[in-house]
């Protein structure tokens, strides 16, 4: 997850609009950083630090701050990790979005598929089969 905060703190600072605003829309949305037009948060992007991003990313997933999320981390395997950064930025993986957590897990325990909650919704996601996993390598 820290290694996905650097990335993502990267891109919230770049000069690449694409790069950035997506990143600083999600800053907002959390209320990681203090409310403010996204225009004057693009022209103050330098004075952004990895704790704010790191405060997204534990308000996204559900957490009061870092330091609970951070204790929430370690309890996790590492796969579900993975399958939470990968539904928020990988487009080669099938994902189901729901309203909610509660919705994606009613469909999950129908279906199949592992739950992750992103921001306010919820995923449903399946892991890439190992055999799938040495042919991506290839290409």
């Given at each position: ?44 992007r330098a004075s952004l630090q990895r704790k704010h991003v790191l405060r997204m ?83």
């Open positions: 997850m820290l290694r996905e905060a650097k990335r993502l703190h990267r891109a919230a600072t770049s000069d690449a609009l694409s790069e950035s605003l997506p990143v600083l829309r999600r800053l907002l949305a959390a209320r990681a950083v203090p409310a403010c037009p996204l225009q004057a948060l693009f022209r103050d990313l534990a308000f996204e997933a559900g957490h009061a701050g870092w330091e609970a999320y951070s204790q929430a981390l370690s309890g996790l395997d590492s796969q579900s990790v993975v399958l939470s950064v990968a539904a928020q930025r990988s487009t080669a993986m099938l994902k189901h979005w729901f309203v909610g957590e509660q919705q994606a897990a009613q469909f999950a325990s129908a279906h199949g598929g592992l739950v992750t909650r992103v921001g306010h919704q919820g995923a449903v996601v399946w892991p890439v089969p190992e055999r799938q996993r040495g042919r991506e390598g290839e290409r």
